[in-house]
């Protein structure tokens, strides 16, 4: 063997034990994150497992007893008020002003009542007014009322003043009839010397006007 053919033999053996020794050191890393024994480990059991036997579905369905009342001795009473609170107390209901009950007004709204052309009574419509006050003032006998007779000025003024007093008078009565006292009872007659304010016409003078004792004043005074 020359020495070419020798040097050829050396380079190749050594590169074949280069290849083996490299060859026997590389070994696979297994996978630690998933294993077949990972995936059929069956899932954890809880240590502990409720088991209903019918005795505990006895004891579920029985209701709750309802906690006894306590007794009337076991109750604590409830402590007093101290003096000066009391005296406060009644001093405020002491004070507090009693407002007794007002008398409802019942009495009819319409207080004009208007006579035909030399008449001195009403229809039948105005006779039952008049008795309603009549009513009410019997119910108040410390309520007052005045009854004024008026006419138109047509014709002679005595005689007008004579027709307006028949009118009041006439009233009054009916007043009386229904139990109301002649001293609640004060009869004007007034003639024509009176004419009412809003009249259009003559027949807005042949009135009897009624004023309870409160509101005279006002109306009549001036006059």
Not at 147 to 174: K, S, T
Not at 194 to 218: F, G, I, K, Q, W
Request: aromatic share 4%; charged share 20%; glycine share 4%.
């Amino acid at each position: 063997m020359n020495p070419l053919q020798l040097t050829s033999a050396i380079v190749l053996l050594s590169s074949t034990l280069l290849v083996t020794t490299a060859c026997s050191s590389h070994k696979p890393t297994p996978d630690t994150a998933y294993t077949p024994r990972q995936e059929a480990a069956p899932h954890p059991v809880p240590e502990t497992v409720a088991v209903i036997t019918p005795e505990t579905t006895q004891d579920i369905n029985t209701p709750t007893p309802r906690p006894e009342p306590l007794a009337q001795a076991e109750l604590e009473p409830l402590p007093d008020l101290p003096p000066e609170l009391m005296a406060d107390d009644q001093e405020t209901m002491d004070t507090v002003d009693v407002v007794a009950p007002t008398v409802e007004d019942t009495r009819p709204a319409k207080t004009l009542f208007l006579f035909g052309f030399d008449q001195k009574q009403l229809d039948d419509q105005g006779e039952t007014l008049l008795r309603e006050h009549g009513r009410f003032l019997a119910s108040h006998p410390e309520m007052k009322i005045h009854i004024n007779g008026h006419a138109d000025p047509q014709g002679d003024a005595n005689y007008n003043r004579h027709l307006a007093q028949q009118r009041a008078e006439y009233v009054a009565d009916l007043l009386q009839q229904e139990g109301v006292s002649q001293a609640q009872l004060e009869v004007t007659s007034w003639g024509a010397e009176a004419p009412s304010a809003s009249a259009t016409h003559h027949r807005d003078n042949r009135r009897v006007e009624l004023v309870y004792d409160e509101e005279y004043l006002v109306n009549y005074q001036s006059e």
